[in-house]
Structure formats: structure tokens, C-alpha cells
């Protein structure tokens, strides 16, 4: 998308975001919500990246008075360990997270906030009923500990029909030590969370193989997306009746196709990563131009992605 230097923009701070589906919905948004911009840059950079390009990504972002502000998707733990020293204004979740994705300006003060657990928690509502865990006795198992495990699991910890059980998974311990972290600093109910590391793909099945029926088994490790591949292997076992929820919408999404494969045997609710996107994006672009969204706004924002996905 071309960018007149004199006219006011939107960032996205992510991997590959020329082909997300928000560049051809965010001038549609804008129409509806009357924002002061239709155009939205993106701000590629590597899963590698260097904690200069971080800092040089956010003083772009806080120097240019035509930068409104940005969404920060693959790099929001990234973002916060290498530049969270240039924000005037960081939120509790931003804080106890570690993560930033929400990059909004407030006059001269930059503004980051982490709002995965707030929008995990909307697309969660969208899906699963209120008293599913205390119904069925299901536990949760969330495939991936970095920014949007962390958030779904905070969520979870909030929830009035809070799981018995929530399993984290991460292939090295220096997550699982952080997110052990996160939850001592929000006081997470003593055993509600299990942190297992796990080496390979056939551990994490064992895991899922092993959870009750009706379950809810999440991944949250950014593969499908930003790179090929599943956490599980093909000849998973997923729980009876379970909810399993891809959270991508684009990509190879190798972990949906497996879950799609035996849904009708297995009596699964699939659902993939697309109301979660609706709400991420929706949050931060309430966020940076300073909006309240009703549910009804919510649902013609999505209506209209709908329209353009």
C-alpha cells in the first residue's frame, strides 16, 4: 500500500503482512469507525530479529508525527525486551506479560499495551459455553507458552467456570520459568497451572491423548503461520467432543487440517483463528485512535471482513 509522506498512517509490526487479511479490511474499518486514515503500513521484520531493529521499528513509530500508532503481532515479547525502556506509558498486563501489542500515541507519550488477554478471553466467549468446565470437568491444554499462550492462560485464571486444570507446553524451561513468573505476579490459583516442557512432538500428543473428554487443546506456538508445521504429529489422538482451537487463520495451518481429519470420528468442535484476529485487531485499533467498541460495532467490523476475506 503506497503512503503519502504528509498523511497520517497505521502500523503493523509482524513477519509477512502483505498477506494478512487485514490490509484489504482496515479502509473498510476506517469507513465505519471514522478514522482520521484508511491506510496502514507494514513493518516487516524477521523472527530474528535484532534488538536494533526493534528499537529502530518503535522510535520510527514515536518520532513520525504522521504514525499514529501500530499493532505488534509475532514480536510482542520481542518488542517489550528490547524497547520497553522507550515507553512513557506501559499497562499492568504489558508489565507482568512481558509483551506489547498495542503501540498508541497520547500526545507526546508513547503508550504499549498488551491486549491479548482481554482478546483470547472475547474469542474464547465466542465459542466455548459459560459453564463448560464446570459441566464437563474439561481441563485445557495450550500448546506454546509465548505471548498468546501466556494471555489465554491469564484469561483462564480470571474465568468464573475456571478449568480444574490448565497445561502449558514449551520446548525449553526459560519460557515456562517467565510464565511461572507471569502467574506468582498475578496470583493464579495454587495449582491450576502445570508447566511441561516438552521435547518433541509425540510428548505433546501424550499429553492431549491423555486429556478428559471435551477438552479444549489450543495451539499457541505461532507454527502454521509464521512457519510450517504442527506441534502434534498427524496420528494425534484428540479428546472426545474436545474444542480445539487453531489459533491462526492464515498460513499452512497444519494443525487445523489434523483436527479437521477427525473431526466427524471424534465428535471435535474446531475452530480456527479468524474471531480472534476480528477482536485482536478491533482492540488495537480502539486503541490507538482512542475508541469504545460496542459488541454491536464488533460484529458489523467482523461482518465486513467477512466481506473482504
Same mark, same amino acid.
Given at each position: 500500500?503506497? $503512503?503519502?509522506?504528509?498523511?497520517?498512517?497505521?502500523?503493523? &509490526?509482524? &513477519?509477512?503482512?502483505?498477506?494478512?487479511?487485514?490490509?484489504?479490511?482496515?479502509?473498510?474499518?476506517? @469507513?465505519?469507525? %471514522?478514522?482520521?486514515?484508511?491506510?496502514?503500513?507494514?513493518?516487516?521484520?524477521?523472527?530474528?530479529?535484532?534488538?536494533?531493529?526493534? #528499537? *529502530?521499528?518503535?522510535?520510527?513509530?514515536? @518520532?513520525?508525527?504522521?504514525?499514529?500508532?501500530?499493532?505488534?503481532?509475532?514480536?510482542?515479547?520481542?518488542?517489550?525486551?528490547?524497547?520497553?525502556? !522507550?515507553?512513557?506509558? !506501559?499497562?499492568?498486563? *504489558?508489565?507482568?506479560?512481558?509483551?506489547?501489542?498495542?503501540?498508541?500515541? #497520547?500526545? =507526546?507519550? !508513547?503508550?504499549?499495551?498488551?491486549? =491479548?488477554?482481554?482478546?483470547?478471553?472475547?474469542?474464547?466467549?465466542?465459542?466455548? +459455553?459459560?459453564?463448560?468446565?464446570?459441566?464437563?470437568?474439561?481441563?485445557?491444554?495450550?500448546?506454546?507458552?509465548?505471548?498468546?499462550?501466556?494471555?489465554?492462560?491469564?484469561?483462564?485464571?480470571?474465568?468464573?467456570?475456571? +478449568?480444574?486444570?490448565?497445561? &502449558?507446553?514449551?520446548? =525449553?524451561?526459560?519460557?515456562?520459568?517467565?510464565?511461572?513468573?507471569?502467574? #506468582?505476579? $498475578?496470583?493464579?490459583?495454587?495449582?491450576?497451572?502445570?508447566?511441561?516442557?516438552?521435547?518433541?512432538? *509425540?510428548?505433546?500428543?501424550?499429553?492431549?491423548?491423555?486429556?478428559?473428554?471435551?477438552?479444549?487443546?489450543?495451539?499457541?506456538? %505461532?507454527?502454521?503461520? =509464521?512457519?510450517?508445521?504442527?506441534?502434534?504429529?498427524? @496420528?494425534?489422538?484428540?479428546?472426545?467432543?474436545?474444542?480445539?482451537?487453531?489459533?491462526?487463520? #492464515?498460513?499452512?495451518?497444519?494443525?487445523?487440517?489434523?483436527?479437521?481429519?477427525?473431526?466427524?470420528?471424534?465428535?471435535?468442535?474446531?475452530?480456527?483463528?479468524?474471531?480472534?484476529?476480528? $477482536?485482536?485487531?478491533?482492540?488495537?485499533? *480502539?486503541? &490507538?485512535?482512542?475508541?469504545?467498541?460496542? +459488541?454491536?460495532?464488533?460484529?458489523?467490523?467482523?461482518?465486513?471482513?467477512?466481506?473482504?476475506?
Amino acid at each position: 500500500m503506497t $503512503h503519502t509522506p504528509d498523511a497520517d498512517y497505521m502500523g503493523f &509490526v509482524g &513477519v509477512t503482512t502483505a498477506s494478512s487479511s487485514i490490509m484489504k479490511v482496515f479502509p473498510l474499518w476506517a @469507513d465505519i469507525l %471514522g478514522l482520521p486514515t484508511r491506510t496502514l503500513i507494514g513493518h516487516d521484520l524477521p523472527m530474528d530479529a535484532t534488538t536494533e531493529q526493534y #528499537r *529502530a521499528i518503535v522510535e520510527q513509530i514515536r @518520532d513520525d508525527p504522521h504514525h499514529r500508532g501500530a499493532l505488534v503481532t509475532t514480536h510482542k515479547m520481542n518488542v517489550y525486551a528490547a524497547a520497553s525502556d !522507550l515507553f512513557e506509558d !506501559l499497562d499492568p498486563f *504489558a508489565v507482568s506479560c512481558s509483551e506489547i501489542s498495542s503501540i498508541a500515541k #497520547r500526545g =507526546d507519550i !508513547l503508550s504499549g499495551r498488551a491486549k =491479548d488477554p482481554i482478546t483470547v478471553d472475547l474469542a474464547l466467549n465466542d465459542f466455548l +459455553p459459560a459453564d463448560h468446565f464446570a459441566r464437563t470437568g474439561a481441563h485445557v491444554i495450550i500448546l506454546g507458552a509465548g505471548g498468546s499462550g501466556t494471555a489465554l492462560s491469564w484469561a483462564l485464571s480470571e474465568r468464573a467456570d475456571a +478449568p480444574a486444570k490448565v497445561t &502449558v507446553t514449551a520446548r =525449553d524451561d526459560a519460557k515456562l520459568d517467565h510464565l511461572r513468573e507471569v502467574h #506468582r505476579q $498475578h496470583g493464579t490459583r495454587d495449582g491450576l497451572i502445570e508447566y511441561v516442557r516438552t521435547d518433541s512432538i *509425540a510428548d505433546a500428543a501424550q499429553l492431549v491423548a491423555a486429556a478428559p473428554a471435551g477438552s479444549l487443546i489450543v495451539n499457541a506456538t %505461532g507454527l502454521g503461520k =509464521d512457519r510450517p508445521g504442527s506441534p502434534l504429529p498427524d @496420528d494425534v489422538a484428540f479428546p472426545e467432543g474436545a474444542y480445539v482451537w487453531e489459533f491462526n487463520y #492464515r498460513g499452512s495451518l497444519e494443525f487445523l487440517h489434523q483436527a479437521r481429519a477427525q473431526q466427524e470420528s471424534r465428535a471435535l468442535h474446531v475452530i480456527d483463528g479468524w474471531r480472534y484476529f476480528i $477482536h485482536g485487531w478491533s482492540q488495537v485499533v *480502539a486503541d &490507538v485512535f482512542e475508541l469504545t467498541l460496542t +459488541p454491536e460495532v464488533v460484529e458489523q467490523l467482523a461482518e465486513a471482513a467477512e466481506g473482504a476475506h
